[in-house]
């Protein structure tokens, strides 16, 4: 299934992709994509139901495919080639930073340049969303604990990130930094998640052009690795990192700016569409 919502800010109804690409309105069944509809009893009633059966919905906004998260989490450095371009070596553990969930939105919203920002750069990742509370759980387990997966795409602010004292969560954490959708598409639709092509293009520039393929730490090793740290809650959104070609690793490196257009996609995932403007 393709889970969706969609409407307004503030106002978005729960949805789902019909098999012709006609959004259908899930509002009269579940109160919002999140919390208990994303736990593997809300998905089999979800499935249970016609599509045909509801009504379709005209869209003028999509929203952030996934509501109530209480944390947003990355993995850094996840792909042994976005490793080499930023001449890092390949950690022994999964990197771990927080991105503040403030920083969520739809996937074609407008993203805001913030204010100082010298380094804005941009980053396709294959974000994982948790179906139900997992906590010191196996990696042989660690899948049934996956609602499914969604386009994330982590836009940071490199002098922020790295030249700033402290943590990278400040150059990540910025409003709008954190699109994610279209859609939440459930695991059973993604056979391989290790195997899916990633793409982002910057105003129709391919600059990103990789694969999941180079994952260091997979799907499964990373849930199960943050389990063991803290609980993981239904709704809450991993982003597992990206492929090469990322501004900061050009040379010289490359960065966005007011009016720029960044498209991106992951296979089976959907697309996003942004453009980038100043925070005023």
Known sequence: MKLMRVGPLGQEKPAILDEDGKVRDLSGHVADIGGAAISPEGLAKIAAIDPASLPEIAVDRIGACVAGTGKFICIGLNYSDHAAETGAAVPPEPVIFMKATSAICGPND?????????????????GVVIGKTAKYVSEADAMDYVAGYCVSHDVSERAFQTERAGQWTKGKSCDTFGP?????VTKDEISNPHDLKMWLLVNGKMMQDGSSKTMVYGVAHVVSY?????????????????PPGVGLGMKPPQFLKAGDVVELGIEGLGTQKQTFKADV
Not at 110 to 126: F, N, Y
Not at 227 to 233: C, E, G, T, Y
């Open 180 to 184: 994610i959708g279209p859609w939440l």
């Open 110 to 126: 407008d993203v805001l340049i913030p204010r100082g920002s010298e380094k804005t750069d941009w980053e396709v990742e294959l």
């Open 226 to 242: 943050l389990s063991q740290f803290m609980s993981l809650h239904p709704g809450d959104i991993i982003s597992t990192g990206t």
